[in-house]
Each structure stands twice: as structure tokens, then as C-alpha cells.
């Protein structure tokens, strides 16, 4: 089956101790991306990577790393989480960049106290 | 479930009856739209898509239309059904690898 996958779905951590959010896509596509979603906002882009290697900022990139070292794979990393870094987080990939739907993951609830 | 937005209008329709939730774009440049479906806990899901070269496109049960003159998509539902209850979003890409997400509409269908 299809599908981007992300674990964890649900983490509480204190500020300042360092977590990853995993995130794996099985569809071979080049482009991968992370979103928070926040109470009336919409979903905003945090990185995105077009392959291997190759990552850059999106709208909301600051307090958060990425690598893109395997295709498949692109992972959140925060160095040192704050309580303004409590969202919703997406993982995304589609296949050529431009013009076409991207396939979300389910979610990671953050908690940060 | 996940709360996705505490101040999203909402839509409340019978369920059976037809359902039409709008969007405004911002950006002139975009051409190309995708509406997505979430539902509670989950991650977005496509349900269609449209390219500025097209007024109106049909799916299952869905239809888009999109207006450029005024910068408005608009999602049509027939036959509003349960499992139709969810957060819908428009999004937007100017040919770009940046896409503009929509905050959302609630639908909620009423049996």
C-alpha cells in the first residue's frame, strides 16, 4: 500500500530536550515536505526536500533541522524544543515538485511543556 | 480526535442534500488547485484536483469549479453522506514547489 508514514503519532517532551519525528514514504517520489498545523492557520511549510541531500526553508523553518539522506526518509529534528514548537505536524511527498497532489502522513501531535 | 482548528467556519448539511464549500486564492500566478478532505485524526487526503486550463472538473460524487476572474474554488458534494463529515481545505501552486494551504471549512453532515 501507498503511503507516508510518521512515528511518533503522539509525543509530550520538556523544552529543551532534543527529539526527531520520523517520516518514510514508500512511493519513491523525489520531493518530501513538513507542515505544522495550527488552530486557524493553514498548513504551513516548515522544509521541503527535492532528493537526496538537497533540503531547503520553507515559510516557518527556524527551531527545526531536517536531512534527507536516503530517499525515502526525511526526518524532523528539534534541537531544542519550546512550548511555541506544540502543533500538529505533517509529513508530505509527491513525485516531480510542480502541479500535482501531495500524499500526507497521518499526523505527530507535539507537546512541548 | 485532533482538534484541526478551533475557529473554522462550519457548513452543516441533511444528510442526502448537496453540499458547496468555497475557497478564496491569493495568488493570480497559480495554476493549479487540489482540494483535500481531513478527517479527524487523520492526515489530508486528496479528493480532486483542477488546472487553470479547465472551468470545472467532475469526480465521484464531487465537482470543482474555478472561477479566476474572482480567484474562487468552490467544492461541490452531492448527496451528502455521514462519512462526508470532515475538515475540507483548498490548496494552491503557481508552478512553484511551494503550495498555499486554505485553513479549512467543518462540514458536518446531520442525519
Known amino acids: 500500500e501507498a503511503q507516508v508514514t510518521q512515528n511518533p503519532r503522539y509525543l509530550i517532551t520538556v523544552t529543551g530536550k532534543k527529539l526527531t519525528v520520523t517520516c518514510s514514504q514508500n512511493?519513491?517520489?523525489?520531493?518530501m515536505s513538513w507542515y505544522r498545523q495550527d488552530p486557524g492557520l493553514g498548513l504551513r511549510q516548515i522544509y521541503y526536500?527535492?532528493?537526496?541531500?538537497?533540503?531547503d526553508k520553507g515559510d516557518v523553518p527556524e527551531g527545526y533541522k531536517v536531512s534527507r539522506k536516503e530517499k525515502r526518509n526525511f526526518p524532523l529534528i528539534l534541537e531544542s524544543p519550546s512550548p511555541n514548537q506544540t502543533s500538529l505536524y505533517f509529513c508530505?511527498?509527491?513525485?516531480?515538485?510542480?502541479?500535482?497532489?501531495?500524499?500526507f502522513g497521518p499526523g505527530t501531535r507535539l507537546l512541548v511543556l | 480526535g485532533e482538534s484541526v482548528g478551533l475557529h473554522l467556519p462550519t457548513l452543516s448539511v441533511q444528510e442526502g442534500d448537496n453540499s458547496i464549500i468555497n475557497c478564496a486564492y491569493s495568488?493570480?500566478?497559480?495554476?493549479?488547485f487540489i482540494w483535500y478532505k481531513q478527517e479527524s485524526g487523520k492526515g489530508p487526503q486528496f479528493i480532486i484536483d483542477?488546472?487553470?486550463?479547465?472551468d470545472k472538473r467532475q469526480g465521484q460524487r464531487v465537482t470543482v469549479l474555478l472561477n479566476k476572474t474572482v480567484k474562487h474554488l468552490s467544492l461541490q458534494i452531492a448527496a451528502t453522506q455521514p462519512g462526508d463529515s470532515a475538515v475540507y481545505f483548498c490548496?494552491?501552486?503557481?508552478?512553484?514547489?511551494?503550495?498555499?494551504f486554505g485553513t479549512g471549512t467543518r462540514l458536518k453532515v446531520l442525519a
Open positions: 508530505a511527498s509527491w513525485g516531480t515538485g510542480k502541479r500535482e497532489t501531495q500524499y
Open positions: 495568488n493570480s500566478a497559480s495554476d493549479y
Open positions: 483542477i488546472r487553470s486550463n479547465m
Open positions: 526536500s527535492m532528493n537526496v541531500e538537497v533540503t
Open positions: 490548496a494552491e501552486n503557481s508552478g512553484t514547489y511551494k503550495y498555499i
Open positions: 512511493m519513491n517520489h523525489e520531493y
